[in-house]
């Protein structure tokens, strides 16, 4: 096995084994102190797929961390079945930051990301987006810096242009949708964390 298929496998593993409590009771572990990540954009499709597969609906804290728990002796993880995704719609909330989604046939899924006062510290920060709906990257979102306070916001169109390919792709209804939010401190380089929600086109 290689190198980055050795840590694709560790990344997945870590989520499955950390975030795999249902969304109502999930936590962060210390969204405000983490190192920098060692997963590259392939790497995070990767983990997402394996979130989606699980049933997995959202999350957050710090894929460094993720991946020290995983490294950690424990008990294998075990596969379940996946449980069903929630649509696209309605307010996701978490202690790192609450994510509202609202879809429709004409204009995709806009979105917004308030995160909560335990991000403070962090100062002014660099937030960005990656959004993949049928395994497709949409090529819609520019990095933000802006305050932690911030109301973050931009859309999903219903038609995107996908990264790395040329023609356009329309969400279908049943798609499987997958929004990750990573952001850093300007001022403190180690600090950061992420967010992410699962869920399917209903529109």
Same mark, same amino acid.
């Given at each position: 096995m290689s190198l980055r298929s050795t840590q694709i496998s560790v990344v997945a593993a870590a989520v499955a084994l950390a975030l795999v409590a249902p969304a109502s009771a999930a936590t962060a572990a210390t969204p405000y102190e983490t190192g920098s990540s060692h997963a590259a954009p392939s790497d995070i499709a990767t983990v997402l797929a394996s979130l989606r597969d699980r049933g997995v609906a959202q999350g957050a804290g710090s894929l460094d961390d993720l991946v020290r728990k995983a490294s950690a002796p424990g008990p294998a993880a075990t596969a379940a079945k996946a449980a069903k995704l929630p649509k696209c719609r309605g307010t996701f909330r978490h202690t790192t930051g609450t994510v509202t989604l609202q879809e429709s046939k004409k204009y995709g899924i806009p979105w917004g990301? !308030?995160?909560? !006062? !335990?991000?403070?510290?962090?100062g002014i920060i660099l937030f960005k987006a990656q959004i993949f709906a049928n395994k497709r990257e949409a090529n819609v979102y520019a990095p933000h810096t802006e305050p932690w306070n911030y109301h973050f916001h931009g859309p999903l169109p219903r038609t995107f242009d996908p990264k790395g390919k040329a023609k356009k792709y329309t969400i279908k209804r049943g798609d499987e949708v997958s929004f990750l939010w990573t952001w850093k401190s300007v001022s403190k380089p180690k600090a950061g964390g992420y967010r992410f929600v699962n869920c399917k086109f209903s529109a």
């Open positions: 990301v !308030k995160l909560s !006062k !335990k991000i403070a510290p962090q």
